[in-house]
């Protein structure tokens, strides 16, 4: 019987759905705005957002998030359409975790708050699977975030949150991030796409 050695070069297929990430804007750096809105093209299934640096303009900001289905005209506030869960390791201080479930009106990314000052902030990766024709629950637009947050000391403050958006059937295309209290002073960003 012979055999199949499968390298990056072979196992690579071309044609539609089966590219990779490809840059869609960014990189990106606003300073001072109250928050920052991305549309979500509908010719692409899965989104990155890749942030840099973010740094709140008041101390001990929590970082959030929120969806539109209407191409960013409005954003979804309502309590009963976010379910997520945060978890993560605040140094010293041990493990923590935050759990929601229809709750709040928005999609939880930390529970750790981040600093204001230069040394301080964070960083993370959002990834976002909108609720595109083929997915298993007709209700979920699901979304990670994996990321950091920075300090003055040199201790690991690790995070990770999942969370899912109902919406009655709609795909979310658009995206919202901001801060729980007052704006963001600096944010340098990239979002990447995968085509349907």
């Known amino acids: 019987?012979?055999?199949?050695?499968?390298?990056?070069?072979?196992?690579l297929t071309t044609g539609k759905g089966t590219g990779g990430f490809e840059k869609l804007s960014g990189p990106?750096?606003?300073?001072?705005?109250?928050?920052?809105?991305?549309t979500l093209s509908t010719d692409y299934k899965?989104?990155?957002?890749?942030?840099?640096?973010i740094e709140p303009a008041v101390d001990g900001g929590l970082f959030r998030c929120r969806f539109s289905v209407d191409g960013g005209s409005s954003f979804i506030d309502s309590a009963n359409?976010?379910?997520?869960?945060?978890?993560?390791?605040?140094g010293s201080s041990g493990d923590y975790t935050e759990h929601n479930s229809k709750a709040t009106n928005y999609?939880?990314?930390?529970?750790?708050?981040?600093?204001?000052q230069g040394d301080e902030g964070g960083a993370?990766?959002?990834?976002i699977i909108p609720n595109r024709s083929g997915l298993s629950n007709v209700k979920g637009n699901y979304y990670n975030y994996l990321?950091?947050?920075q300090d003055t000391t040199n201790t690991y403050r690790g995070m990770v949150s999942q969370g899912k958006v109902e919406t009655s059937g709609n795909d979310i295309d658009a995206v919202r991030v901001f801060f729980d209290n007052g704006n963001i002073e600096t944010i340098?960003?990239?979002?990447?796409?995968?085509?349907n």
């Not at 019987?1 to 072979?10: L, Q």
């Not at 999609?107 to 204001?116: F, I, N, R, V, W």
């Not at 340098?188 to 085509?195: A, E, H, S």
């Open 28 to 38: 990106t750096t606003a300073t001072s705005v109250s928050v920052v809105d991305l």
């Open 46 to 53: 899965i989104f990155k957002l890749v942030i840099d640096q």
């Open 81 to 90: 359409t976010y379910s997520w869960v945060t978890q993560g390791v605040a």
């Open 1 to 11: 019987m012979g055999s199949i050695t499968r390298t990056i070069a072979n196992n």
């Open 147 to 149: 990321g950091y947050r």
């Open 107 to 116: 999609g939880g990314l930390t529970k750790a708050a981040l600093g204001d």
């Open 124 to 127: 993370g990766v959002l990834e």
């Open 188 to 195: 340098t960003y990239t979002l990447y796409g995968v085509k």
